[in-house]
């Protein structure tokens, strides 16, 4: 079971920011914070990960609150292009059965003119 | 591009035919990963490779499934005898080792089954 809660959409204008935002209340001290997003009909990309400090890379910034409980995700400027369904995962570091990705259903953005 | 390439991209086939999926990992990724995807859900996690050496599978995976990566570069993932639940996006991901390596996905294969 997916061990995250998100959103199921949310909208913005083209632009401006899009804050994402993400509850897993449930991490471990070692579960390291993932997202990626999927645009329609294509394979999930990924954008970003962090463990407790914030990240920032040129997609986007990850923001943790300090207990760990919740993160956001920002696109700075979002574009048309950014309109997809957003995953945030929690996963432990290590190989085998800890690498694999447990996906939710996600957080539909829609990036509007 | 050297991304993660799956072909076919879509397969439409009859119940109880037998099809194939191939992956071609990054090159120097030694993970490569398996997933299925339905309408409306997140990617459902079946299977992984750590070079050739399948090293997990997920209760997703019935034995109508098979998956290989004889050389442990690509990889082939068969399903037998078809069902209309088989129905689903097949993804393939890889990732280089390392403790928290991100996975690279590929476009997916979109299975149909009439």
């Known amino acids: 079971d997916a061990k995250t809660t998100q959103p199921t959409s949310m909208d913005c204008a083209e632009g401006r920011a899009a804050n994402l935002p993400c509850n897993h209340s449930t991490i471990s001290g070692n579960e390291y914070v993932y997202w990626y997003r999927q645009i329609h009909s294509q394979g999930p990309q990924y954008i970003i990960h962090g463990l407790k400090n914030n990240e920032t890379n040129e997609m986007a910034s990850l923001i943790i609150t300090e207990d760990r409980k919740s993160s956001t995700l920002i696109l700075p400027h979002a574009t048309l292009r950014d309109t997809a369904v957003y995953y945030c995962i929690v996963r432990p570091p290590g190989a085998g059965a800890n690498s694999k990705l447990t996906f939710g259903k996600g957080i539909t953005l829609s990036v509007r003119p | ?114």
């Open chain 2, 1 to 114: 591009d050297t991304g993660v390439s799956q072909d076919p991209r879509h397969k439409i086939t009859k119940r109880g035919q037998n099809v194939t999926f191939r992956c071609d990992p990054i090159s120097e990724h030694n993970r490569l990963y398996w997933y299925r995807q339905t309408l409306g859900q997140g990617p459902e996690f079946l299977t992984y490779f750590q070079n050739e050496a399948q090293l997990e599978k997920s209760r997703l995976l019935s034995d109508r499934f098979s998956a290989e990566r004889p050389k442990g570069s690509f990889s082939t993932l068969e399903i037998q005898r078809t069902e209309q639940g088989d129905s689903a996006m097949y993804l393939c991901a890889s990732s280089l080792e390392g403790a928290v390596s991100s996975q690279y996905f590929g476009p997916g294969t979109r299975l149909l089954v009439l």
